[in-house]
């Protein structure tokens, strides 16, 4: 196939992708450079709308908090995700007959929609008809039988677990996948020069698994950091309760359709642009270093 006949094939999708994601990019970076009154665009006003997101209320508030969440999220999906998704891998790594079926079943999840998935969890964790806490009592654990969602000290760690239990699948796909892709010579010379299993998943293993981790890494870090239909189905467009499950996703769609003011166009798309530059420059080091480890391993 020679160039020209792969440029026409991915023509439409490139015509789409500068459509409804480049364009509209484009034009909400610009927005942000100019003064609004509701949907009249005056004159160019420079950086006052991203002056405006550290300067006024309610941003001064809102914004560090939300920021805050979507860190909690990333590092808490990062933490739980990686560690139940490399274990599950390896586990179903040693079972060739039922491992296509078990990949398939981790993964069915991701395949519905956050949105379904958010208020499904809601229904779960009802205090009052939740089969969760029924469960709970029934085994005699009254004390955890808690309002999950309605307490501002496990609202946020119920969204993080419920985002696990939805992505797990990926992780474990895709490490599974890299550890397919680890020559067994390599393990079985460890075991030959005296190491034990777990000595050769470490010394051995683990290393060749770093550019898969740090794959995760990286797509967790954009997922986390623009979460919106996940944290809106558990606590709708404010975050509740008292703001524990805040986002920067959220923050902007309040700026945007729920706050009324008149320059709402041009703060919320210097919220937007702020947002951009937080997950590219994020992505970009984290790739920087990936690449970096991948040159010292082959080389």
């Known amino acids: 196939m020679n160039r020209r006949t792969g440029l026409l ?36 006003i420079g ?5 405006a997101l550290f300067t006024r209320a309610p941003f001064t508030t809102d914004l560090p908090r939300a920021l805050w969440h979507n860190i909690l999220f990333f590092a808490g999906t990062m933490l739980v995700q990686n560690t139940i998704g490399l274990t599950v891998a390896f586990l179903l790594h040693r079972r060739v ?26 229904l779960l964790l009802s205090p009052t008809f939740g089969p969760v806490n029924t469960l709970l009592t029934k085994v005699g654990l009254e004390s955890w039988a808690l ?24 992780p474990v796909l895709l490490y599974g996948a890299a550890l397919g892709g680890v020559p067994d010579e390599l393990t ?11 000595q050769a998943f470490r ?14 890494s990286v797509l967790t870090f954009i997922f986390a950091m623009e979460a919106f239909a996940l944290p809106y189905a558990f606590g709708g467009s404010t975050g ?9 996703s959220l923050l902007f769609y309040r700026t945007a359709f729920d706050s009324g003011a008149t320059d709402a166009i041009g703060t919320s798309s210097a919220l937007a642009t702020l947002l951009f530059v937080l997950i590219f420059g ?3 080091a984290a790739t920087a270093v990936l690449r970096r480890h991948e040159r010292r391993i082959t080389a």
């Open 47 to 51: 950086l006052d709308n991203f002056t």
């Open 282 to 284: 994020g992505a970009y």
């Open 240 to 248: 509740n309760p008292a703001g524990s499950t805040d986002f920067i």
């Open 9 to 44: 094939f991915v023509t439409p999708a490139l015509a789409l992708f500068g459509v409804f994601v480049l364009y509209p990019m484009v034009t909400s970076f610009s927005y942000a450079f100019y003064e609004w009154t509701g949907t009249a665009r005056h004159g160019f």
């Open 147 to 170: 309002p999950w969602l309605g307490d501002p000290d496990t609202a946020l760690w119920v969204v993080v677990l419920v985002s696990v239990w939805q992505w797990i699948g990926f």
């Open 188 to 198: 079985e010379a460890a075991r030959v020069d005296g190491a034990s299993n777990g």
């Open 203 to 216: 010394k051995v293993v683990f290393p060749l698994l770093v550019p898969a981790i740090g794959t995760v």
């Open 97 to 122: 007959r039922t491992r296509r079926a078990l990949q398939t079943l981790y993964a069915m999840p991701y395949l519905v929609s956050p949105i379904v998935i958010g208020y499904l969890w809601t």
